[in-house]
């Protein structure tokens, strides 16, 4: 961890922040960090009436283009030719439909897919965010993540030595190693790993952490495959480790699904999931130090496998594939 450590906490988009440095920051830096979250929850939170992307959800039609908008929704169009469409960033009305909507009713309808055909509805050309017609854009796949990218920035001009911007699960690193707990997703006492993180993000995404149960009690959460608008149910937790967060991110969205790990190859990220049924996953580069058993009956999860970036292999380091998580581990380090 950082020497000497000065950390400051403060909740933003819904969620906790920690950024930890050498020595305390200055006042103007915290007040530029503020000033930028707030900037970008301004633009992309779809829970916020006055939000820029509120806006286009209501009326449709051109606004000027947010500075990250390039960025995020090439990124978008990446992950969703990747994952055949199951990752789309007109979700919001899935998400909505199930309860998880700006007023959080967690009141579930029924499921509702979400336009497969969102790259003719949505347009970020010729520094416009057009939308053909009104919808709910939703940027959660990967915005986290570029936030992050943009707070470190901030940070990392500003102060000398090193830094460490957590945002509850998405997190960025700049000077020396970062031991990182893998919190287990169904027991947060737990960790299924460590894994050691330098200049680097590393972002998770599980199912537990924005759950609710619907009027049949069974439990919903917040990561949908958009072409049926229902949560996912084969994979509990994922984690991603790439040079910026918004890339860890929306790998570590991408995870969730086939054609994820195929994604994480061609990008150069390196990942960790765990299936519903406790078992895990390494790509062949994971430098974790999972806690996983070496036992012969370790096997692959049900359903397709990734093309290339997985394979089974024995012996107590990961080297890329897969095991079944066992009994319970002691606590490790977390950021």
């Known amino acids: 961890m950082i020497a000497a450590a000065a950390s400051w906490r403060f909740d933003a988009i819904g969620t906790g922040w920690g950024v930890v440095t050498e020595r305390p920051l200055p006042a103007p ?8 979250i707030e900037a970008f929850d301004r633009e992309w939170s779809r829970f916020r009436a006055d939000s820029a992307v509120s806006a286009l959800a ?7 283009a947010p500075a990250d908008a390039v960025a995020m929704l090439d990124a978008f169009a990446a992950v969703s030719d990747a994952t055949a469409g199951a ?3 007109f979700v919001g009305a899935s998400l909505e439909a199930l309860g998880y909507g700006a007023d959080y009713s967690l009141r579930a309808g029924g499921p509702v897919a979400a336009p497969g055909d969102w790259r003719e509805r949505l347009g970020w050309a010729d520094g416009r965010l057009t939308l053909r017609e009104p919808a709910p854009v939703d940027v959660g796949a990967l915005g986290k993540g570029r936030l992050v990218d943009l707070v470190l920035e901030i940070v990392a001009a500003s102060v000398t030595g090193d830094v460490c911007v957590d945002a509850s699960g998405d997190l960025a690193v700049r000077g020396r190693p970062q031991r990182i707990g893998l919190e287990h997703p169904y027991d947060a006492r737990r960790a299924i790993g460590v894994w050691e993180v330098t200049d680097a993000a590393l972002c998770a995404s599980a199912i537990n952490r924005r759950a609710w149960p619907s009027a049949t009690g069974e ?3 917040h990561v949908l495959d958009a072409r049926t ?3 996912v149910r084969t994979i509990a937790a994922t984690w991603a480790v790439a040079p910026e967060a918004m890339t860890a991110d929306a790998i570590a969205t991408a995870l969730f699904f086939d054609g994820g790990a195929q994604l994480a190859h061609e990008w150069g990220v390196e990942w960790v999931r765990m299936t519903t049924d406790g078992r895990v996953e390494w790509s062949p580069g ?3 130090d999972l806690f996983v058993g070496t036992d012969a009956g370790g096997r692959s999860a049900p359903g397709p496998r990734p093309t290339g970036p997985v394979r089974t292999e024995p012996g107590p380091r990961p080297a890329g594939g897969v095991r079944t998580e066992p009994g319970p581990r002691p606590n490790s380090l977390e950021a």
């Open 87 to 89: 990752v789309n960033p």
């Open 219 to 221: 439990t919903l959460h």
């Open 229 to 231: 608008g229902q949560p």
């Open 286 to 288: 994971c430098g974790a």
């Open 58 to 64: 209501r009326d449709g039609g051109s606004i000027p």
């Open 29 to 36: 830096v915290r007040d530029a960090v503020t000033a930028r």
